[in-house]
């Protein structure tokens, strides 16, 4: 399971880090307004893909359950039932997506000088939405059959296509029209890759229409109409905040807010890196009976979870509002500073609940209270980032992302725990205390760093996240994960040292 996590840790780095060079780049080709105007592009286009009905997450669910048997016959039915899904979905959404085109200038504080640039990318974002749904389908079957490695590979060959394509293509123009083409294309090429690594690894898989199974397509479809409201949800809590800022402030004003929220996306990517894996391997476990293991997974996957973020999001806390300044542009620190301070303060409770808890409720089947809760959640994000941004601006918008996340955080926690039979106590008296502790030094030093040595500037800034990192695996070896029963780091550190490598049983 490390070796999987891990993998995906490696693509979300490198995404990361791509981000990094892209982020400014394109914003300074395409100016405040060109930016702003193509993250509401993506905002409103994004609704689509709640057309897609949380099939993907059911797929994998049914695509593991089959594969966990050996049912070949079985996982193609599941197959070939997704296929036909996606299929008619894809078409829905292309017709909403034409009805959406025709009233999307004229609602929103787009410049003139945009519009038609605007309504070609919006177009071809449409088509994307559409095919994307029947692209999903590859990267059900790699992680049905836990082939993380093969399938994060190819991500890794998709980051550099969007990296060269996007440079490439914005040097030649500096279009809206462009970042389309760009996602259209590495659309095409992820699913070609992985379905070239299909053909070879499983030779007797297939999609195929004629493997449509009506009882099949329903089971899929009933467990999809939970992960709907969950997939509704979260677009309501992580991408209608482009829209509010749009209708109630202006276009402009949406890259101060996207800069900062893209820090969150990154790092809730790396967090959901684990949910990836965790949620298949719970519903293999399941099958299998194995409960212990299953309590295992959460309680240690929790700490890790909640180590990550602490490790991250004291940094950001602390220092992202700086970082933020030498990355973009000294203007961008006090707005998007304050609004990545006000999220990330929030995700330091959302985030192990988002990596952990939640897909494994998923993968057991639970899905009734978290997705519901989720959409509440997201509903809540709307009418508070309504109702605040108009007296305070970006803060009211992220304090109305923030308020609800804490507050769905908590609910899925509660449900996990007594799914799993592990008594909230237990869990606190496993994950918490140290975790906690154990990051006050790393903060310490940051603290120091910013009031004492006023680090700005690339060198200052790297110099200070390398020594954060040292204190913090330091404090992580020898006091969070010393003798700890799952992970005891400590322990490891002779066979490291002795080149005997590491082994984990979950």
């Not at 959404?93 to 309504?119: C, K, M, Q, W």
């Not at 309680?299 to 990550?308: D, V």
């Not at 203007?331 to 808890?357: C, D, H, K, N, T």
Request: proline share 4%; with cysteine.
């Amino acid at each position: 399971m490390f070796k999987n996590v891990g993998s995906n840790w490696l693509v979300s780095v490198v995404t990361m880090v791509a981000v990094y060079f892209l982020t400014p780049f394109t914003i300074h080709k395409l100016g405040d307004d060109g930016y702003g105007t193509w993250n509401l592009i993506n905002a409103i286009t994004g609704y689509l893909g709640l057309l897609v009905l949380g099939v993907p997450m059911a797929s994998v669910r049914y695509f593991a359950q089959h594969a966990a048997r050996g049912d070949a016959q079985k996982l193609n039915e599941a197959i070939g039932s997704c296929t036909a899904l996606y299929l008619a979905l894809g078409a829905l959404a292309l017709v909403a997506g034409a009805g959406l085109f025709v009233f999307f200038v004229e609602g929103y504080h787009i410049p003139t000088s945009l519009h038609r640039d605007a309504r070609v990318a919006f177009a071809i974002v449409v088509l994307f939405v559409s095919l994307g749904f029947v692209a999903l389908l590859p990267n059900g079957i790699l992680s049905a059959h836990d082939d993380f490695v093969p399938r994060n590979i190819v991500r890794l060959w998709g980051v550099l296509l969007r990296l060269v394509l996007t440079i490439g293509l914005l040097a030649i123009k500096a279009s809206l029209t462009m970042l389309a083409i760009v996602q259209l294309a590495c659309m095409v090429f992820d699913f070609v890759l992985c379905w070239l690594i299909i053909r070879k690894r499983y030779p007797t898989t297939r999609i195929r229409l004629s493997d449509w199974n009506w009882g099949m397509t329903r089971g899929i479809f009933a467990f999809s109409l939970y992960v709907l409201l969950l997939n509704a949800g979260g677009r309501l809590s992580f991408e209608t905040d482009s829209i509010v800022i749009g209708a109630y402030m202006d276009v402009g004003s949406i890259p101060y807010f996207t800069v900062a929220n893209s820090f969150i996306i990154y790092l809730m990517d790396f967090l959901v890196s684990i949910a990836a894996v965790v949620m298949p391997t719970a519903t293999r476990l399941q099958t299998q009976g194995k409960q212990e293991e299953l309590r295992e997974i959460f309680l240690k996957w929790s700490k890790i979870a909640l180590t990550l973020t602490l490790a991250a999001g004291l940094f950001l806390i602390v220092l992202g509002p700086r970082f933020i300044a030498w990355w973009v542009d000294p203007s961008f620190e006090q707005p998007a500073g304050e609004v990545l301070q006000i999220l990330m303060l929030s995700y330091l409770v959302f985030l192990p609940v988002r990596g952990v808890a939640l897909p494994m409720l998923m993968g057991l089947g639970k899905a009734g209270l978290p997705t519901i809760g989720f959409l509440v959640t997201g509903v809540l994000n709307l009418v508070l980032s309504v109702v605040l941004v108009r007296p305070m601006g970006l803060a009211g918008v992220a304090l109305g992302t923030a308020i609800p996340n804490v507050l769905f955080a908590a609910v899925v926690f509660v449900q996990a725990c007594r799914e799993l039979d592990v008594s909230v106590g237990a869990f606190f008296r496993y994950v918490v205390p140290r975790a906690v502790l154990g990051a006050v030094p790393a903060l310490a030093l940051l603290l120091w760093l910013k009031a004492g040595l006023d680090v700005r500037g690339l060198l200052g800034l790297a110099a200070s996240g390398v020594a954060m990192v040292v204190v913090f695996a330091a404090t992580l070896v020898f006091f969070v994960y010393r003798n700890d029963r799952y992970l005891d780091l400590r322990a490891w550190l002779p066979r490291l040292r002795g080149g005997g490598g590491v082994t984990s049983r979950v």
